[in-house]
């Protein structure tokens, strides 16, 4: 059974740093993408990156600059890191597997991140 | 990049009505076209992924159709259990989602 499960710290003071984990279980992060997505008042569901099966990444220039995405296999889990955070990076951030060209087939149930002082 | 208009965003439906939900790219996105299911609280289910390959396990009532830029999402026959907010994707370049409808009963 495939499930996928986000953990995040909730609130964020602005500047800092946000991590989240994503937990999975029912198959192996070798043989899967694995996406993130992020859903904000402002801007809705946005794209942010994924990292391929083999353990290299890509990220929506939106966010390059502050954005990091990386994994570890033995635990299961993938984790995303971004810096410099703004209260407009309140939102509910989601992980997806994702098998191309089919996409996105499995997506956790999010973790809501609120960016305040 | 894509954009993706999705329409409309609020849909007030009776059980047993046929209820379609659309979404237009501002490109050709070659059928990379899928759409969610999300209810409150609970992580986005695909419901239809490559405009019209139903995912296993999902009732038959759902289907999807389209090319080129337009895509639609139809429930034959709605169900109390489909009320949900309903979203589409496009994976043909880059990633890009639609701003959702919301489903409620009539």
């Known amino acids: 059974q495939v499930q996928l499960k986000e953990t995040g710290p909730g609130l964020v003071q602005p500047t800092q740093t946000l991590s989240i984990t994503c937990t999975v279980s029912g198959f192996s992060l070798t043989s899967y993408y694995m996406q993130w997505v992020r859903q904000t008042p402002g801007k809705g569901l946005e794209w942010m990156g994924f990292?391929?099966?083999?353990?290299?990444?890509e990220y929506n220039s939106e966010f390059k600059s502050r954005l990091s995405i990386s994994r570890d296999t033995s635990k299961n889990q993938v984790f995303l890191k971004m810096n410099s955070l703004k209260t407009e990076d309140t939102g509910v951030y989601y992980c997806a597997r994702d098998t191309p060209p089919l996409s996105f087939d499995y997506w956790g149930q999010g973790v809501m991140v609120t960016v305040s002082s | 990049d894509i954009q993706m208009t999705q329409s409309p965003s609020f849909l007030s439906a009776t059980v047993g009505d046929r209820v379609t939900i659309n979404c237009k790219a501002s490109?050709?996105?070659?059928?990379?076209l899928n759409w969610y299911q999300q209810k409150l609280g609970e992580a986005p289910k695909r419901l239809i992924y490559n405009t019209n390959s139903l995912q296993t396990g999902i009732p038959s009532r759902f289907s999807g159709s389209g090319s080129g830029t337009d895509y639609t999402l139809t429930i034959s026959s709605l169900q109390p259990e489909d009320v949900a907010t309903y979203f589409c994707?496009?994976?043909?370049?880059?990633?890009?989602f639609g701003a959702g409808t919301k489903l409620e009963l009539k």
């Open positions: 990292i391929r099966s083999g353990g290299s990444t």
């Open positions: 994707l496009q994976h043909n370049s880059g990633y890009t």
């Open positions: 490109q050709n996105i070659n059928k990379y």
